[in-house]
Each structure stands twice: as C-alpha cells, then as structure tokens.
C-alpha cells in the first residue's frame, strides 16, 4: 500500500497562483509514474499533469499547459503542482495518484484514471472571477 496525502489547496482570486503538494509514503528507485488529477461537481475525474519519478519525463493536459508545472523532490518523496494563472474553470478537487507499473526511460507518464492505483482523499481549489 502507498499511502499519499494533499495539501496546499485553497481558495483564490482568478489570475492566482496555487501550488499542491502531495507527500508519499512509497520511497522508490523505479521509474513510476505520479499524476495529478481533478474533479469538479458532476463532472468526471480528469487528467492534469503526470510525471515519471525517475527521469522526470512530463505529461500535461491541453487545459493547463503553460499555467500549471508539475515537478517532485525526491529526497522528501513529495510531489508538487505549482498553478498560476488559476482560472474558474480550474475549481475542483485535486487528487493526485501514482500506480504499481513502471515506464521506460523517456517514455510518457499515464493520463488516464485506470493507470493509476493509489490516490489521495484529495484537496479543494476554488477559483472566483
């Protein structure tokens, strides 16, 4: 079991910057991937940003490239989504997740929820205009 916990979410004007981190319990030396999520009421949950632990190849969402980087600190097993130019749209629950299979080196992070096998309860973002 992995167990991961979210913080850094809140509330903020549109324009805004955000930064979530999200601490696992999982100390690996394999090249898994890590990827942040997000649901809005009624919606599905939908990919964000993912990114291999290892070689730190990337994945991004149309939706947020640009605005929002993903990036992890090995050392403190801690994985983080830095938002800026936070818009309405982007209000939901950020969960962020990571799974038991592991990537070639250079290949891309999953994207889609079924890749994933370990989440976080989550951490609200809510953006005004």
């Known amino acids: 079991q992995v167990q991961l916990a979210e913080s850094g979410g809140g509330s903020v004007q549109a324009g805004g910057s955000l930064r979530l981190s999200c601490a696992a319990s999982?100390?690996?030396?394999?090249?898994?991937?890590m990827g942040w999520f997000r649901q809005a009421p009624g919606k599905e949950r939908e990919f964000v940003s993912s990114?291999?632990?290892?070689?730190?190849?990337?994945n991004y969402a149309d939706s947020v490239k640009g605005r929002f980087t993903i990036s992890r600190d090995s050392a403190k097993n801690t994985l983080y989504l830095q938002m800026n130019s936070l818009k309405p749209e982007d209000t939901a629950v950020y969960y962020c997740?990571?799974?038991?299979?592991?990537?070639?080196?250079?290949?891309?992070?999953?994207?889609?929820?079924?890749?994933?096998?370990?989440w976080g309860q989550g951490t609200q973002v809510t953006v005004s205009s």
């Open positions: 999982r100390r690996t030396f394999r090249n898994y991937a």
């Open positions: 990114i291999n632990w290892i070689d730190g190849t990337t």
């Open positions: 997740a990571t799974g038991i299979r592991s990537y070639y080196t250079g290949s891309s992070p999953g994207s889609a929820v079924r890749e994933y096998d370990y």
